[in-house]
């Protein structure tokens, strides 16, 4: 059995880059984003919020094409904005389906 | 040569502008890489927060999207911070970002709507 202080794992978790650094957490927690928006699947259109949903399909779409162009890539980055803006571009679309249901309810509404 | 180094070229080529602007056009991180776009996105995420507090009822703000920023916002601050060199600009926009963040979330704690 190896000992408990050595070996890949624990090395990995004392090193300077590891899970009890924010050189770790810092990229991890930008994973919350499209989870969230995982969460909010079936999220009432009423309370999405139109510009907020635009600007996050923005950010992720640039920052997709940024973690490209940095030296060293980052694929892992790449993925996460990818799935980011797919979710949140999927909220916007929802929002904004929403939007035009409710104008076309209100044309279509028989004038007494 | 891409679209945007085409682009580049052109507007390099105009005999109007001052040396500066062209200098700065050239540059690394200038207009036409995706380097100077990175960070007005991560500002206009503060922007858009702060156009929802200004403007949408309480009750349609996303208590865990707001959680979401805030941590993020934080962690990426403190990250900036301990990186080498520091990145003084970027850890302003995510410590408003997460500033924006708390407040959103006060808001709702103050209106009995949080969770």
Same mark, same amino acid.
């Given at each position: 059995m190896a000992s408990k202080a050595s070996g890949i794992f624990w090395t990995w978790v004392h090193s300077?880059?590891?899970p009890k650094t924010t050189h770790f957490w810092a990229p991890v927690c930008n994973w919350f984003f499209p989870i969230q928006a995982l969460y909010d699947w079936n999220r009432d259109p009423a309370k999405i919020s139109k510009e907020m949903q635009c600007?996050?399909?923005?950010?992720?779409?640039?920052?997709?094409?940024?973690a490209l162009r940095i030296s060293p890539q980052s694929y892992i980055l790449f993925c996460m904005h990818l799935f980011n803006a797919t979710l949140q571009g999927r909220l916007l679309i929802r929002r904004l389906t929403w939007e035009s249901s409710q104008q076309k309810a209100i044309e279509d509404k028989p004038t007494n | 040569?891409?679209? /945007? %180094?085409?682009?580049?070229?052109f507007v390099c080529a105009q005999t109007f502008w001052p040396q500066f602007m /062209? %200098?700065?056009?050239?540059a690394e991180k200038g207009p036409f890489t995706i380097f100077f776009y990175c960070p007005l996105a991560k500002w206009g995420i503060s922007i858009a927060n702060i156009n929802d507090m200004i403007k949408k009822p309480i009750e349609t703000i996303n208590p865990v999207q707001q959680s979401v920023i805030t941590l993020t916002g934080t962690l990426i601050a403190r990250w900036?911070?301990?990186?080498s060199p520091r990145q003084y600009m970027l850890m302003v926009c995510n410590s408003v970002m997460a500033c924006t963040g708390i407040i959103q979330?006060?808001?709702?704690?103050?209106?009995?709507?949080l969770f």
């Open positions: 300077s880059t590891g600007v996050l399909v923005c950010y992720s779409s640039l920052f997709m094409r940024w | 040569m891409g679209p /945007i %180094r085409q682009l580049q070229a /062209i %200098r700065w056009f050239q900036c911070w301990v990186l979330l006060w808001r709702k704690h103050q209106a009995g709507l």
